[in-house]
Antibody, heavy 119, light 106 residues
Framework: QITLKESGPTLVKPTQTLTLTCSFSGFSLTTNGVGVAWIRQPPGKALEWLALLYWNGEATYSPSLKTRLTVTEDTSTKQVVLSMTNMDPVDTATYYC???????????WGQGTVVTVSS | SSELTQDPAVSVALGQTVRITCQGDSLRNYQTNWYRQKPGQAPALVMFGDNRPSGIPDRFSGSRSGNTASLTITGAQAEDEADYYCNSRDSTGYHFVFGTGTKVTI
């Protein structure tokens, strides 16, 4: 059974760096084809893909946010960490992590974590 | 283009058929996935290409023609009322994109 859960601060100040953790179970990030993605959703708005970390350690980022994002894996704890620099109020959103499987789709999602950017 | 465009909202009577469309140049080359999001919940995959994940009822079907993908609900049920998002890769194939979303009202 695949599960994912996001954790991190609920409130960050403008210009700060946001660090979110995705804890997962039921799969290995070393399995060929597997990935963990980060996706966000501002209140009342559409989903926005942010980044994907592949099983081979490669990462791909949204072109519009590429300079602000870093995704890494802590293999010992089965966690994927998203860092987003220079946070702004427009980054206020629910942040999700999701499993990317063989059908090249996000087939399992975490419950999401709400992040508010405000001074 | 890296954009996927959906109609903002559609309504359908209980038991009738509704089709949700997603338009974008990258859909000619990459698989389209569909997600259902109910209020206060995380999105859930309901279609990848023309395939349903296990547990998704067969009233859901997917298709594509040219640069337009469609999700059809045949015999819509009350529990199908939700926001629906399409998703695919962008024209480069290296990144992912989501559609603008369609609110389905039963």
């Amino acid at each position: 059974q695949i599960t994912l859960k996001e954790s991190g601060p609920t409130l960050v100040k403008p210009t700060q760096t946001l660090t979110l953790t995705c804890s997962f179970s039921g799969f290995s990030l070393t399995t060929n084809g597997v990935g963990v993605a980060w996706i966000r959703q501002p209140p009342g708005k559409a989903l926005e893909w942010l980044a994907l970390l592949y099983w081979n350690g490669e990462a791909t980022y949204s072109p519009s946010l590429k300079t602000r994002l870093t995704v890494t894996e802590d293999t010992s704890t089965k966690q994927v960490v998203l860092s987003m620099t220079n946070m702004d109020p427009v980054d206020t959103a629910t942040y999700y992590c999701a499993h990317r499987g063989d059908p090249d789709a996000f087939d399992f999602w975490g419950q999401g974590t709400v992040v508010t950017v405000s001074s | 283009s890296s954009e996927l465009t959906q109609d903002p909202a559609v309504s359908v009577a209980l038991g009738q058929t509704v089709r949700i469309t997603c338009q974008g140049d990258s859909l000619r080359n990459y698989q389209t996935n569909w997600y259902r999001q109910k209020p206060g919940q995380a999105p859930a995959l309901v279609m990848f290409g023309d395939n349903r994940p296990s547990g998704i009822p067969d009233r859901f079907s997917g298709s594509r023609s040219g640069n337009t993908a469609s999700l059809t609900i045949t015999g819509a049920q009350a529990e199908d009322e939700a926001d629906y998002y399409c998703n695919s890769r962008d024209s480069t194939g290296y990144h992912f994109v989501f559609g603008t979303g369609t609110k389905v009202t039963i």
